[in-house]
């Protein structure tokens, strides 16, 4: 059983659609994390979210934190080829390890 | 200025035989992250540092596994006796300090394939 299960885990749409990846748990997390991930590129922090039904925006990025603190939903608006990787979800675990989800990979089609 | 380094960035061996990974973190940072990404999945804890010593080597799969930094720099990841299943993306990431509030930068990682 994954600690962070992200859904879809792949997704393939064209330039300019709406799209939205999930990110759940049945734990709570004090704090989530989503990271993008290029091929053959380590992940790179793209927010943090801390407080329950927090909502954080990143141009056409916008991530929100559940209330309950166990999940977390990221919404591209208007997706551009550039938008295209592996989208990770991770949270603070035992001590100062930290859990990476399953990874939603999204292809945006010019 | 400088990101994550890691070297070599591929690395192909037979099963059997040990290798190492090297990986060299941003300049300052205290804090030192492993992790391993297979194919289609995400990055798995390994083992971080605070400084030299391995704070919690919790993550590393056995006894195969070993890593070091010896002055609080440069960290190398060793592997013995190879085994194909060990085949994987190493990935190294540095923080400032420990501490879940500290952003964790990531290395482009070391492909491993063990033949």
């Known amino acids: 059983t994954q600690l962070l299960e992200q859904s879809p885990q792949f997704l393939s749409i064209q330039e300019g659609e709406n799209l939205t990846v999930y990110c759940n748990s049945s734990?709570?997390?004090?704090?989530l994390q989503w990271y993008r991930q290029e091929p053959g590129e380590g992940p790179v922090l793209l927010v943090t979210?801390?407080?329950?039904?927090e909502v954080k925006k990143l141009k056409r990025l916008t991530f929100q934190f559940g209330d309950a603190r166990k999940d977390s939903s990221l919404h591209i608006t208007a997706a551009q080829p550039g938008d295209t990787g592996l989208y990770l979800c991770?949270?603070?675990?035992?001590?100062?390890?930290?859990?990476f989800g399953t990874g939603t990979s999204l292809t945006v089609i010019p | 200025g400088a990101g994550v380094s890691q070297t070599p960035s591929n690395k192909v061996t037979e099963k059997g035989k040990y290798v190492e990974l090297r990986c060299d973190p941003i300049s300052g940072h205290t804090a030192l992250y492993w992790y391993r990404q297979s194919l289609g999945q995400g990055p798995e804890f390994l083992i971080y540092?605070?400084?030299?010593?391995?704070?919690?080597d919790s993550g590393l799969p056995n006894d195969r596994f070993f890593a070091v930094r010896p002055e609080g720099s440069v960290s190398t990841l060793k592997i013995q006796r190879t085994e194909r299943g060990d085949s994987a993306v190493y990935l190294c990431a540095s923080s400032l300090t420990l501490g879940r509030e500290n952003t964790q930068y990531f290395g482009p990682g070391t492909r491993l394939t063990v033949l």
């Open positions: 991770a949270g603070p675990f035992t001590g100062n390890q930290f859990y």
């Open positions: 734990s709570v997390f004090s704090s």
């Open positions: 979210v801390v407080t329950g039904g």
């Open positions: 540092f605070q400084g030299t010593g391995a704070a919690d």
